[in-house]
């Protein structure tokens, strides 16, 4: 499968011609440090910065406000993402409680059921004792919205494709009732990073990211992001980064910017593995389900495949039997390691239910699809061939 992620490219704007993907994420922000050349800029562990006279300062004041390296990881992330401003934060559920933080009490949100476990937590338990009245349903249905929003709500929230069944949610058609309502829209975009999905360019209002996962893309670093063409949120998100404190540090900035750089060539080479292992899988006698949303067999193709640029490095297959059959063939993985997160350049397995979804209640998890014999795949870049020769040990010794 080829990706079409032209869209961005060699169109004009203000008569400068709008640099490649690629480009993009190698130079935004990042130009050579003035003061040495140096090509790649230091990193600026200065929690304090000398000001020229009493009421100025020179772009820079004190650490937790601004700082150089988080201004070039931010600068980045507003290029890719089309948008006019970023702001980082120590990592994606800082993000998550910094949106919440700029809802006034007394208000209303609407999430898709389809999040997230920790976002889950933080509208089902945090959201409801900051005030705030929480509605988590299956937005599938985009119309469905007419009858959920109320006068008070103030944000719809989803992410897609969604963790971890990969079920895809109408970003454009969302965005268009959330805004008959004075209400705002955020796009959690961690799984398609801004290579394949341009939330803003859809009509959300805030894209988000765990830059934990794709982003970094190196398993090194914990940290996250809000991108806005809003300036009216952007102010707001500012004002909480700053006040509440929840900042990365100068050398996961660092971190996170470099990671970015190869952003592109991981996006395209997690794509295609990720193709090989669910036509793999989906030939397999013992596998019952492929979630992926590359696939034609999948339930939303047709609508990922038109606010997509690609289908990214997720997916998620059944097995037949039970738990037992699962940790056998997590047992005989071994390339393959089986942890928790997702989005590094390493091949991980994990099972929703008992990790990331384990909080939710069963019915919601059956709701969900989330079963015991439910597996996760964050597909790497490692040789496809020796992946898939993994994945047939397993699960020939699965059973
Ligand atoms: C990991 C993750 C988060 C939370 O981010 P952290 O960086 O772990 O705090 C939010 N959304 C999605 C989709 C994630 O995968």
Not at 83 to 112: D, K, M, Q, W
Not at 378 to 384: A, K, L, N, R
């Amino acid at each position: 499968m080829t990706n079409n992620n032209n869209n961005n490219n060699n169109h004009k704007q203000n008569n400068n011609l709008i640099q490649g993907f690629g480009t993009r994420a190698i130079h935004a922000g990042q130009d050579p440090d003035p003061a040495t050349g140096a090509v790649i800029p230091p990193i600026s562990l200065s929690t304090t910065f000398t000001q020229p006279s009493a009421n100025a300062h020179q772009g820079y004041e004190y650490t937790r406000a601004a700082n150089p390296n988080r201004n070039a990881f931010e600068t980045a992330i507003a290029s890719l993402e089309g948008a006019e401003y970023a702001s980082a934060f120590s990592s994606g559920t800082a993000v998550i409680t910094a949106i919440l933080s700029i809802l006034p009490a007394g208000s209303h949100l609407i999430a898709s059921d389809a999040i997230y476990g920790g976002t889950y937590e933080a509208f089902s338990k945090i959201a409801i004792k900051q005030g705030i009245e929480t509605t988590i349903i299956d937005l599938r249905e985009p119309s469905h919205l007419t009858k959920l929003l109320k006068p008070n709500t103030k944000l719809v929230w989803i992410e897609t494709p969604s963790n971890p069944t990969l079920r895809i949610d109408d970003i454009q058609a969302i965005a268009k009732y959330t805004h008959e309502q004075d209400a705002f829209l955020v796009v959690d975009n961690t799984f398609m990073t801004p290579y394949f999905q341009n939330p803003l360019q859809l009509g959300a209002d805030i894209v988000m990211h765990s830059v934990t996962k794709f982003i970094n893309g190196h398993t090194d670093v914990l940290m996250g992001v809000a991108a806005t063409n809003r300036i009216d949120l952007h102010q707001e998100l500012q004002y909480i980064q700053n006040f509440m404190g929840g900042v990365p540090s100068p050398f996961e900035c660092y971190l996170a910017r470099r990671g970015l750089m190869t952003l592109e060539v991981r996006m395209q080479r997690h794509e295609q593995n990720a193709f090989r292992l669910a036509d793999y899988l989906l030939q397999h006698p013992q596998v019952t389900q492929v979630h992926y949303p590359g696939l034609n067999s999948h339930p939303q193709h047709t609508l990922a495949a038109k606010q997509q640029k690609g289908f990214g490095g997720m997916l998620s297959f059944t097995i037949k039997g039970n738990l037992n059959n699962v940790n056998a063939l997590f047992q005989h993985l071994s390339l393959v390691k089986v942890a928790t997160s997702l989005g590094g350049v390493e091949s991980l397995v994990s099972s929703p239910a008992y990790t990331s979804h384990a909080r939710l209640s069963q019915s919601l998890r059956d709701t969900l699809g989330i079963t015991e014999t439910l597996i996760r795949v964050s597909v790497g870049i490692e040789s496809i061939e020796d992946l898939l020769a993994d994945f047939k040990h397993a699960l020939e010794n699965a059973y």
